[in-house]
């Protein structure tokens, strides 16, 4: 079955510095990828989303991340961190069970921000 | 757009008790799921909804949860009878088109069952 895995299972940063998240996951064809962002007491929102072409990805609030098929990864990154970017996120890629519409979630990074 | 809508935000109740969950997706969206998200799980799909018709209901805990979409504009989880492992945080999603397409989740459920 199609894995996600998010080996962080808490990350805290200073605000104002770099942030990366890893997200790695298994699949035999290229992959449609997702990053999604929950805040407590709140449900997910979408920072960004991978389906093809650049490997690059703008999403929002200033988050980007690269796909990488050679690692099978799909990190998020952000350059500069603000305390608003305290929550949960989640990466989610496709189930391998062949439907077009199962993701698969990953259990999720809790990032926190100190001052 | 108001976005996905559920209703209760919080519902306690004691086992045994039918708990009935409800969603309002975004007009215009054909695709309705129904996810619970526990901290020993994770985030799981227990039913995904096309064009108002059950497509996978695999997910589904077993007989004791049921869920309808009379028409595209609301969906309802039920539970019964309700037991205290059932206590998680239930969201609903809709998207224009099935899982590529981007989900709009709502706020969510937490349902405690004492």
């Known amino acids: 079955a199609q894995s996600v895995t998010q080996p962080d299972i808490h990350i805290t940063v200073s605000e104002g510095a770099s942030l990366e998240l890893r997200c790695n996951y298994s699949?035999?064809?290229?992959?449609?990828l997702f990053w999604y962002v929950q805040s407590p007491g709140q449900g997910l929102q979408l920072l960004l989303k991978?389906?093809?072409?650049?490997?690059l990805v703008q999403g929002i609030k200033g988050f980007e991340a690269e796909f990488k098929r050679s690692q099978s990864s799909f990190n998020l990154r952000k350059p500069s961190v603000h305390w608003s970017d305290a929550a949960e996120y989640f990466c989610?890629?496709?189930?391998?069970?062949?439907?077009?519409?199962?993701?698969?979630f990953g259990k999720g990074t809790l990032l926190t921000v100190n001052p | 757009d108001a976005g996905v809508i559920q209703s209760p935000r919080h519902e306690v109740t004691e086992m045994g008790q039918e708990v009935t969950l409800r969603c309002k997706p975004i007009?215009?969206?054909?695709?309705l799921f129904w996810y619970r998200q526990t901290m020993m799980r994770g985030l799981e799909l227990l039913i995904y909804f096309n064009n108002n018709v059950p497509i996978d209901d695999s997910g589904m805990p077993e007989d004791r949860f049921s869920a309808k979409m009379p028409n595209a504009s609301f969906s309802t989880l039920k539970i019964q009878p309700s037991e205290p492992r059932d206590s998680a945080v239930y969201f609903c999603a809709s998207s224009l088109a099935g899982g590529r397409d981007t989900q709009y989740f709502g706020p969510g459920t937490r349902l405690t069952v004492l």
């Open positions: 699949y035999g064809a290229t992959p449609y």
């Open positions: 007009s215009g969206h054909n695709s």
């Open positions: 989610a890629a496709p189930d391998s069970g062949g439907s077009n519409y199962k993701l698969t």
């Open positions: 991978y389906f093809s072409g650049d490997t």
